[in-house]
């Protein structure tokens, strides 16, 4: 299946700070979502991005597929945006979504 | 009641036991799935069911039973487990069969210890 690698693994940040998170994947896709996973193990979804560019509040999503790769971005960061984002891709013709190892954030005040 | 809820949060059983768990979705998609979430590993696809026929089966032991009998519902029934069978059990569901073209959307997933 198609390999999905994030970058960086672990993330600190202080309050107000702008991120981005890496995500590249092995093969052409047709299905790129980014999630968050809080403190209590909840996963909910924040962008579905197979190309373009999308925002939503704080949040904003680019996928280049020719290039194999997503970023999110993450502006004026907030205590409550601490935990692990992970992205996940399916390859063009599949159905099964390969998850990355995400990226752990810590937002400190 | 909207998206997708799981029952039971948490789950400690022995390895003779047999559980269940539930799943229900309320966002009237056509797909549900389950997912293994073990610490320091990537999410693993379980099972994939589209319009309740199984579809996909990601090489799971067979201690690990699916059973969807409608859209909504998704159960997993569990038996004979081990210690290492022990992670947060996530279910999910979307609106397209096999969830290549739209977002997946998870419960809050079922914490299970195998003692």
């Known amino acids: 299946g198609i390999q999905v690698e994030q970058s960086p693994p672990d993330l600190i940040l202080q309050e107000g700070a702008n991120s981005t998170l890496r995500c590249n994947f092995s093969?052409?896709?047709?299905?790129l979502q980014w999630f968050h996973q809080n403190p209590w193990g909840q996963l909910i979804n924040l962008f579905y991005?197979?190309?373009g560019t999308k925002q939503n509040g704080r949040l904003s999503a680019t996928t280049v597929a020719t290039e194999r790769y997503s970023l999110l971005y993450i502006s004026s960061s907030q205590t409550t945006d601490s935990g692990v984002y992970f992205c996940?891709?399916?390859?063009?013709?599949?159905?099964?979504?390969?998850f990355g190892t995400g990226t752990r954030l810590t937002v400190i005040p | 009641e909207t998206g997708v809820t799981q029952t039971p949060r948490h789950l400690v059983m022995g390895m003779t036991n047999k559980k269940s768990l539930k799943c229900e979705q309320h966002l009237g998609h056509n797909a549900m799935y389950w997912y293994k979430q073990s610490a320091k590993k990537p999410l693993e696809l379980m099972f994939v069911y589209n319009f309740k026929e199984q579809t996909e089966n990601n090489s799971v032991p067979s201690r690990f039973s699916p059973e969807c009998p409608n859209s909504s519902h998704l159960f997993l029934h569990l038996h004979t487990l081990q210690p290492e069978d022990s992670a947060l059990y996530l279910c999910?569901?979307?609106?397209?069969?096999?969830?290549?073209?739209?977002?997946?959307?998870f419960g809050n997933g079922t914490r299970l210890t195998v003692t």
């Open positions: 996940a891709a399916s390859q063009t013709g599949a159905n099964n979504l390969f």
């Open positions: 093969d052409s896709v047709n299905n």
């Open positions: 991005i197979p190309s």
């Open positions: 999910a569901s979307s609106q397209d069969p096999g969830g290549a073209g739209s977002p997946l959307h």
